[in-house]
């Protein structure tokens, strides 16, 4: 069993759809739990972190953390073209910058 | 604020040859991490570089070895390319090294075909 899975997509939306993007995983350890989108040709960015378990919103979108089931999520709100993207969730068990543990990205294409 | 730069953005080696991939770190950043993203992947952790130290390997055999300078930029150094090495080579700079200490900051890598 992989340490991080992710549906690597392709996942197609119109546009102001809510997206829901899901990864589960087996490391008990994990503490850090993030969300980076990656643009065709770049290097992958970080929208968001959460430390631990529960939410956090930062505008459109929403990161949910369940540690119980292993289960983390991130949703979009409104979703525009320019959302399009690779979404990679990531995990590291020490610190944010250290060891990250990627999923394989799903892609996302918001139609216009 | 300049971000994180790598070169060459692109190359094409032949199985067996050494290649020698660059980063710049961020601007104030001290530790510089690697990672491999072969398509259709996430990033893999190679490793992870502190004030020229290593300072974590991923699962990646010793042919893949590195360097950090007294200006936090960095060299990776890959022996005996094969075939599987093709890959999106990243870079990433981050501050400090204790506690949380931020986010990563990825350049936008070095693509390697190996042939």
């Known amino acids: 069993q992989k340490e991080v899975e992710q549906d690597p997509g392709p996942l197609s939306v119109p546009e102001g759809a809510i997206v829901s993007l899901n990864c589960t995983y087996s490391n008990s350890a994990f503490q850090y739990f993030m969300w980076y989108r990656q643009y065709s040709r770049k290097g992958p960015e970080l929208l968001m972190y959460?430390?631990?378990?529960g939410n956090k919103e930062d505008g459109r979108f929403t990161a949910q953390v369940d540690k119980s089931s292993k289960y983390i999520s991130l949703f979009i709100r409104d979703s525009q073209p320019s959302d399009s993207a690779t979404y990679l969730c990531?995990?590291?068990?020490?610190?944010?910058?250290?060891?990250?543990?990627f999923g394989k990205g799903t892609r996302l294409h918001i139609l216009p | 604020e300049t971000g994180v730069t790598q070169s060459p953005t692109h190359l094409i080696k032949t199985r067996g040859q050494q290649v020698t991939l660059r980063c710049s770190s961020q601007s104030g950043h001290n530790t510089v991490s690697w990672y491999q993203q072969a398509l259709g992947q996430g990033p893999q952790f190679i490793f992870q570089?502190?004030?020229?130290?290593?300072?974590g390997r991923g699962n990646f055999p010793p042919r893949f070895s590195g360097l950090q300078f007294p200006n936090y930029s960095s060299e990776l150094n890959v022996n005996a390319l094969e075939l599987d090495d093709s890959a999106l080579y990243l870079c990433a700079s981050s501050l400090g090294h204790r506690g949380d200490t931020g986010e990563l900051f990825f350049g936008e890598g070095s693509r390697l075909t190996v042939l």
């Open positions: 959460t430390y631990s378990s």
């Open positions: 990531a995990m590291s068990a020490r610190r944010r910058d250290d060891k990250i543990i």
């Open positions: 570089y502190y004030r020229e130290e290593e300072n």
